[in-house]
């Protein structure tokens, strides 16, 4: 199986206008949720877009005035399905971020959302990245995901992107959908490949069963280990032999193309997060708002905290994550950090005083962290 990421989806980014920190922002609508998902996203919400633009841009404003938001390297806008809002809305919540030079913007985005004028907007807003949830370009496979879009869709949408001079962007896909096959896959990743200006980032990512889905009630759909496996290989050699490089287990990129933001959190690196449900992290200590839209307007509107809860890592905790997130990059670890143990043999290859994961290794990830045993490079 695929190892799932242990925390938030390392290498040392170059800060383009300073010292890395990044920006996540929450958007928690959808139109139709997926029967898959356990994110904190509503279809029943849409009537409170406006003021929850106004409460995120207000808790950036109390951010920024407490010196808790310096400016940002890096601007995530995940969901939920950050194109449910209006661009121009979007548009307000970005103008609040301070920003240093250079900084990457990225918006996730559904491909029936990704008309030329919303591409063109988000350009002038300053986004300078699209992240589209493709899932898959198979018909009866997106079905079983509960989307809606085809191949003409995903076309349609890259070309919006190219048309609107976004020179990085992203797809997602999802390995193991119900009734996928071996051919269904391969055809999705034919039909990204064959687009007339293919995605540089790719992201691929095992279909995992959350407890309180519909997917968990339904153990027929559920999806096979050993078919998410040999799919992960094929994918790594025909995206490789397509001229990318896995960057972290589920993510590829060109060269130039690597999504800075996702570095930052494989780097441990500092970041706030903006609206309900979103996690932040600063210096060991990470905390996280409160789950609704509902419960987060309010507490933003009475002028309090929308922190629902905190830790705080010991200095132990803190080198093992920074491993254990290391490891999963083609970076890897300090050749040191790992035994020599025949057992990691055929998981990890030692280079240049490194040990980074193999193929296989990125499939058994989990089992390769319980190794892990020094502390992490400064």
Do not use: K
Request: proline share 8%.
């Amino acid at each position: 199986m695929i190892a799932p990421a242990p925390g938030p989806t390392p290498s040392r980014p170059a800060a383009v206008g300073g010292t890395p920190f990044g920006v996540y922002v929450h958007v928690p609508f959808c139109r139709e949720r997926c029967d898959y998902c356990a994110f904190a996203t509503y279809t029943d919400r849409d009537h409170l877009m406006e003021r929850y633009v106004d409460a995120c841009v207000a808790e950036i404003a109390r951010a920024v005035g407490e010196e808790e938001l310096p400016p940002a390297t890096s601007v995530f806008f995940g969901g939920g399905t950050p194109s449910r809002l209006p661009a121009d809305e979007l548009a307000r919540i970005l103008d609040a971020v301070p920003m240093a030079p250079g900084a990457e913007v990225t918006v996730e985005c559904n491909p029936e959302d990704a008309t030329p004028d919303r591409m063109a907007r988000y350009r002038a807003a300053g986004v300078t990245r699209v992240s589209l949830g493709v899932q898959s370009t198979v018909p009866h496979v997106l079905a079983a995901l509960g989307r809606r879009h085809g191949t003409g869709q995903v076309r349609r949408a890259a070309g919006a992107v190219a048309g609107a001079g976004f020179t990085s962007w992203s797809v997602d896909l999802i390995i193991g959908a119900s009734g996928e096959t071996d051919a269904d896959w391969r055809r999705s990743l034919t039909d990204l490949l064959e687009l007339p200006e293919p995605p540089p980032h790719l992201s691929a990512y095992a279909l995992t069963v959350e407890a309180g889905t519909p997917l968990a009630a339904d153990p027929e759909r559920h999806p096979d280990d050993d078919v998410q496996a040999a799919r992960y290989e094929e994918t790594d050699r025909i995206l490789t032999a397509a001229g990318y490089r896995w960057e972290e287990i589920s993510n590829w990129a060109r060269p130039g193309h690597e999504c800075r933001h996702n570095r930052l959190y494989w780097d441990q690196g500092d970041y706030r997060g903006i609206g309900s449900a979103a996690h932040s992290h600063r210096r060991g200590r990470r905390w996280w708002n409160v789950r609704t839209p509902d419960r987060y307007l309010r507490e933003i509107a009475a002028g309090r905290t929308a922190t629902a809860g905190e830790e705080r890592l010991s200095a132990e905790t803190r080198a093992f994550e920074a491993l254990a997130l290391r490891l999963r990059t083609r970076h890897g670890v300090p050749a040191t950090a790992l035994p020599d143990d025949p057992d990691l043999a055929p998981l990890v290859e030692r280079v240049d005083g490194s040990a980074v994961l193999t193929v296989r290794g990125r499939l058994l990830a989990n089992r390769v962290t319980q190794y892990l045993t020094a502390a992490p490079p400064a």
